[in-house]
């Protein structure tokens, strides 16, 4: 909408009072109504009292038409800036100046909403919970030539872990385990495979994937792991970061791909990994861990404490607490009954309490153990 010259009365030296249009505003006076970009007003109430606010009124305009009248309201105040302003044109500038303002957030929002793609619907099909499932979901041509169903390379410990908090993508459920973010995905291909673990290792990748990440090093762990996420913290939401343990035997037994991540990068060549030391002890699972392969899980928080008062490493508190665990949940494996923790499901954190009963056995005595 251009700016349009109002109609004005003529107070030259002849005394007309014959109604004309002009382009000098400093020598007119206001008599009827202007309609200016929208805004009605009259000579009593300046162009700012209108009912909608420029910004509302400019809103609803197109990007070409915003565009055209931010250079008609500039080069209108420049018009307009003089020291020999009346009322009426200073009331103008300050509306012209309230346009320009809009307009520009206006343009600024819709810039910003472009540079931010809509986020893409995922739907999710059904996870896997039995060997057969896993074995449907990578059957194919490639899992003949490079089978992922057949468990290598599995930690010393057969542990695997992972720390989650309130940003990790892939979550924990109540008694249900772990899922990956999304679960549809070809494991089918070799380019399908390659894809999906270029996604996973592309960190700055924010579209969900069908790869859970662990690693099988205790050092990796606490070094690297549980650090990393500290600049994740928000201190309004506290520390709510949970270590879990999961019994690599026990997914290998149903048939559940445990994958060293640095074969399978070298294998499929994902380039922006080959050789990054992050992937050295990291292991992928794919889509699923259900909870009865879980050993435990506990709150970080809970395990400095522990730590704290009686005085031990990480690596100790694992030998006092998680090796125990583990033992106890292999053994119920195998003998073919469910396993039972102590201090409730395996896949929710244990309180303090219940890790702080027995008395921590570490040096000689967790050796013996082993």
């Known amino acids: 909408m251009h700016f349009a010259a109002p109609y004005i009365k003529d107070t030259g ?48 305009r197109p990007h070409k038409s915003l565009t055209k009248e931010l250079a008609t309201q500039a080069e209108m105040i420049t018009e307009l800036a003089t020291p020999r302003l009346n009322a009426t044109d200073r009331l103008t500038i300050v509306h012209g100046a309230e346009v320009i303002k ?4 206006i343009l600024a929002e819709r ?20 060997k057969e499932d896993f074995l449907k979901r990578l059957k194919g041509t490639e899992e003949d030539l490079h089978p992922w169903a057949m468990a290598k390379n599995l930690p010393g410990d057969f542990l695997l872990r992972r720390v989650t908090d309130g ?48 690693t099988g090093s205790a050092k990796d762990f606490v070094e690297n792991r549980i650090r ?34 640095e074969d399978e990068v070298r294998y499929y060549k994902v380039r922006r990994a080959i050789g990054q030391y992050w992937i050295k002890d990291e292991y992928f699972v794919p889509l699923r861990i259900c909870v009865k392969h879980i050993v ?36 119920a494996r195998k003998e073919g009954r469910q396993y039972v923790p102590e201090g409730g499901c395996a896949c929710c954190p244990h309180g303090f309490k219940a890790m702080d009963a027995p008395k921590p056995r570490v040096g000689a005595d967790a050796e013996k153990e082993q």
Do not use: C
Not at 231 to 236: F, G, W
Not at 298 to 305: G, K
């Open 13 to 60: 030296s002849s005394g007309s009072s014959a109604f004309t249009s002009s382009k000098d505003p400093r020598a007119l006076v206001v008599e009827s109504e202007i309609d200016l970009v929208g805004a009605r007003t009259d000579n009593t109430k300046g162009p700012a009292d209108a009912e909608e606010t420029p910004y509302q009124t400019q809103q609803a």
């Open 102 to 105: 809009a307009i520009a957030k």
């Open 111 to 130: 810039y910003a909403k472009q540079q931010k793609p809509p986020k893409k619907k995922v739907i999710n099909g059904k996870y896997p919970v039995t």
């Open 167 to 214: 940003s990790s993508k892939a979550r924990r459920y109540h008694r249900r385990g772990i899922f990956s973010q999304i679960s549809n995905s070809d494991f089918t291909t070799s380019q399908g495979r390659h894809d999906s673990i270029d996604k996973h290792l592309n960190y700055s990748n924010r579209e969900g994937t069908a790869i859970i990440s662990l």
């Open 228 to 261: 990393r996420q500290d600049r994740r913290l928000k201190p309004e939401k506290g520390d709510n970061r949970e270590l879990t343990y999961v019994n690599t035997l026990s997914l290998e037994a149903d048939g559940v791909p445990v994958l060293l991540a």
């Open 296 to 331: 435990g899980t506990w709150y970080w928080t809970d395990v400095q404490t522990y730590m704290r008062k009686h005085k031990l490493t990480f690596y100790d508190w694992e030998k006092a607490i998680v090796f125990p665990a583990f033992r106890k949940h292999e053994l």
